[in-house]
């Protein structure tokens, strides 16, 4: 099976992710499923790129595993602009979408769409994801209508933070279950080319993904959604604190740099570092001759 989009290059593009939904449905093993993970600076997009991913997003987990805030509401539209660019700097296959902050979607509708703009005009984001579900319907009516592709996010909401309380699963009484459908579903009908369900229990997310005609991404909802995303910095071991339990985590970068150095301050101090080897010598000093010194 092949995932060549139209541009003929294996660009990943918004059609190609939406025609995932067919071919990942259903089947555990298909290799249809939509693989995304979040990236903020362009060395770990190239990376990401090159391995394969199919969409990069610019979390604005920006906030809270790069910028070190205590959460996603003070990231701004300029941060998030200035690591969008760097990013997309660095992928040129996986598709880039970019978190709006919180605060640059909430007020009128004609603000939010100047703010989705600049996303695209400025950053070179190719989409935009927007937390919220039947309340986002105009606007995520709005952004379609003027050519930006939204990815919706649904479930637990991180910049609802202050509203839900704090970070717990969604969906698990009857009333909610029903009312994170009616999301889904609005998010959908508005024009959502795919939704991010977060931290939903693995029932839900799955007859969600069986009910809405869009590619479900999940994270923390389970292995029965069409696709599935996770905070690079969570599953390379380089978060400070508990992962949450849905993260698998696939590498301990922060023990290699911690121990990286560790070595790298011995060396200085012992000076093992630099070596001859690792220094410049002047061409005289290869022949013995004096070096003159400028007095
Ligand atoms: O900000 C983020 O990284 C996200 C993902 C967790 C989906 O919204």
């Known amino acids: 099976m092949s995932f060549v989009s139209h541009h003929g290059n294996g660009k990943i593009t918004v059609p190609d992710?939406?025609?995932?939904?067919?071919?990942?449905?259903?089947?555990p093993?298909?290799?249809?499923?939509i693989?995304?993970?979040?990236?903020?600076?362009?060395?770990?997009?190239?990376?990401?790129?090159?391995?394969?991913?199919?969409?990069?997003?610019?979390?604005?987990?920006?906030?809270?595993?790069?910028l070190g805030y205590d959460s996603t509401l003070p990231v701004t539209i300029e941060e998030m602009l200035h690591h969008t660019r760097a990013v997309r700097r660095g992928a040129h296959r996986a598709l880039v979408v970019s978190d709006m902050p919180y605060g640059s979607y909430h007020t009128d509708t004609a603000e939010s769409l100047r703010n989705a703009v600049r996303f695209i005009k400025e950053a070179g984001a190719e989409a935009v994801k927007v937390e919220g579900g039947e309340r986002r319907l105009e606007l995520i009516s709005r952004l379609t209508e003027a050519e930006i592709?939204?990815?919706?996010?649904?479930?637990?909401t991180p910049q609802s933070l202050n509203a839900l309380g704090g970070y717990h699963v969604q969906g698990k009484t009857p009333?909610?279950?029903?009312?994170?459908?009616?999301?889904?579903?609005?998010?959908?009908?508005?024009?959502?080319?795919?939704?991010?369900?977060?931290a939903v229990p693995?029932?839900?997310?799955?007859?969600?993904?069986?009910?809405?005609?869009?590619p479900i991404i999940g994270i923390g909802a389970g292995p029965d959604c069409d696709g599935q995303i996770l905070v690079l910095t969570d599953m390379l071991g380089l978060t400070?604190?508990?992962?949450?339990?849905?993260?698998?985590?696939?590498?301990?970068?922060?023990?290699?740099i911690s121990s990286a150095v560790r070595e790298y301050c011995d060396d200085v101090r012992t000076s093992a570092f630099p070596s001859d080897a690792e220094s410049y010598h002047a061409p005289q000093a290869k022949t013995r001759k004096t070096i003159p010194i400028a007095s």
Request: charged share 20%.
């Open 202 to 214: 693995r029932e839900l997310a799955a007859h969600i993904t069986r009910e809405v005609r869009v």
């Open 29 to 33: 093993t298909n290799s249809g499923k």
């Open 149 to 156: 592709p939204v990815m919706g996010h649904v479930g637990l």
């Open 35 to 66: 693989v995304c993970l979040t990236a903020y600076d362009y060395p770990t997009a190239r990376l990401l790129d090159d391995a394969g991913v199919d969409v990069i997003l610019v979390g604005d987990s920006l906030g809270m595993v790069v």
């Open 17 to 27: 992710i939406q025609q995932r939904k067919s071919q990942a449905a259903g089947s």
């Open 240 to 256: 400070f604190g508990q992962p949450p339990k849905f993260t698998r985590q696939y590498a301990n970068i922060g023990e290699t």
């Open 175 to 198: 009333d909610a279950a029903e009312q994170l459908l009616r999301d889904a579903r609005s998010v959908e009908a508005a024009g959502a080319f795919a939704i991010v369900l977060e």
